[in-house]
């Protein structure tokens, strides 16, 4: 019994002696599965909440990038005048996607062989769209500009190739040289009320000047001069009579007329879509020397030869490819040889390009497809299944 009180106490004693020179403890704080997954889940929403702002952030982002698509472009492309004559060119816009609401026009020129007043632009009131200011030359006078816009109607939006207005020169330089009239790419703005158009964004992206060839003077007509002859009391001299016979020249050429145009396939098609126009006209007073192509979408071709150039009688072929989608509208006039074109609206084809899927969307390089609701709709899709997913894990403790 002694020795095993002994033997007792002996290990009571190095029990004591072991805890005094044993390390502190240190208690680690303990964790059930409950708490972990509620860690778990909590980080998770962390991390969505970032992720979604982000999202929504880089897609507010690709919708303050307008798509430009609007050009212009004048009718005819070039013309050949006398000095004192005047020319006239029919501005048109191509707007694309864009739904264009306001143009502010400025065309720059030669002010040493054209000359322009500011009544020199009139506004096709076909096109909705008003006068807000101008039209105003600069005071260099080799500028015109003129600020116009459909008002606050959103229906009048220009969606589709308008001919906005007409410009009117007087030719004022020397003979034999040329001059452009230009688009001042800097100075015009376009904007558009489009879904991915943003609010005062410049849509406007190309303009195609118009050419002038200046011939010599215009020669006016030698006046005839009357002599009265003296009377004489035995003979009474009549007036010679004014011959009205169909003999007599024409005090003023005529235009040719633009009569139809054609293609070859229908007018509806997927991106690349080739399509041959095909022209007829003619002039009863001269020739044609040449038929212009505008196909709407920026691209302008001239012939002067074959399909019956030179004569009366055209009927002229043209080819084009549309490579982007979008509502475009085709035109063709025709110049006789006295420089005098036929009517810009005679000839007119609304031509509609859809895209791979269908589906007409005009963009020459798409934004991706992240729109709004897009964005947060797939942002908030994960955040739901993350929570499903955190919230099983909770109820299957």
């Known amino acids: 019994m002694c020795q095993e009180l002994k033997w007792a106490s002996l290990d009571t004693l190095a029990s004591v002696i072991y805890d005094k020179l044993t390390l502190p403890k240190f208690n680690l704080p303990s964790f059930s599965r409950k708490k972990l997954l509620l860690l778990g889940f909590l980080f998770v929403i962390l991390l969505v909440i970032p992720l979604t702002v982000y999202l929504v952030g880089q897609q507010q982002q690709l919708r303050s990038r307008a798509n430009p698509n609007t050009n212009l472009s004048f009718v005819p492309p070039d013309q050949t005048a006398s000095v004192g004559a005047k020319v006239n060119f029919d501005v048109w816009v191509a707007p694309g996607t864009n739904l264009v609401n306001f143009i502010k026009l400025v065309l720059k020129y030669d002010s040493t062989k054209l000359s322009a007043t500011e009544s020199s632009f009139v506004v096709n009131p076909a096109s909705n769209l008003t006068i807000l200011q101008g039209p105003v030359i600069g005071t260099a006078g080799d500028e015109l500009s003129v600020a116009l816009s459909v008002e606050s109607d959103p229906t009048k939006v220009i969606q589709k190739d308008t001919k906005i207005g007409t410009v009117t020169f007087d030719v004022i330089g020397p003979p034999d040289t040329s001059t452009q009239i230009a688009f001042d790419d800097k100075q015009i703005q376009i904007r558009s009320i489009g ?47 004014t011959s009205t016979g169909s003999g007599a020249a024409p005090s003023q050429n005529q235009a ?12 509806t098609g997927a991106a690349p879509l080739s399509i041959t126009f095909t022209v007829n006209g003619s002039d009863i007073d001269g020739t044609i020397s040449k038929a212009t192509f505008s196909f ?11 399909g019956g150039i030179g004569t009366d009688t055209v009927n002229v072929q043209k080819s084009h490819t549309y490579n982007i989608s979008g509502t475009f509208t085709a035109s063709a006039v025709l110049t006789d040889n006295g420089s005098v074109v036929s009517n810009s609206t005679s000839c007119l084809v609304t031509i509609n390009v859809t895209n791979g ?23 908030g899709a994960i955040g739901g299944i993350l929570f499903l997913i955190g919230a099983l894990l909770f109820l299957a403790l």
Do not use: W, Y
């Open 256 to 267: 040719p007329v633009c009569e139809s145009l054609a293609t070859d396939r229908s007018t």
């Open 195 to 241: 879904a991915q158009d943003p609010f005062k964004e410049n849509v406007f992206v190309n303009g195609v000047p118009a050419k002038v060839t200046i011939q010599g003077a215009s020669v006016s007509p030698t006046p005839t001069m009357t002599v009265t002859p003296t009377p004489t009391p035995s003979i009474a001299i009549s007036p010679t009579p």
């Open 296 to 306: 709407g979408d920026g691209t302008i071709e001239n012939v002067t030869s074959t």
């Open 357 to 379: 899927s269908g589906t007409g969307s005009g963009n020459v390089t798409p934004l991706p497809r992240t729109g709004p609701s897009q964005t947060i709709v797939g942002a």
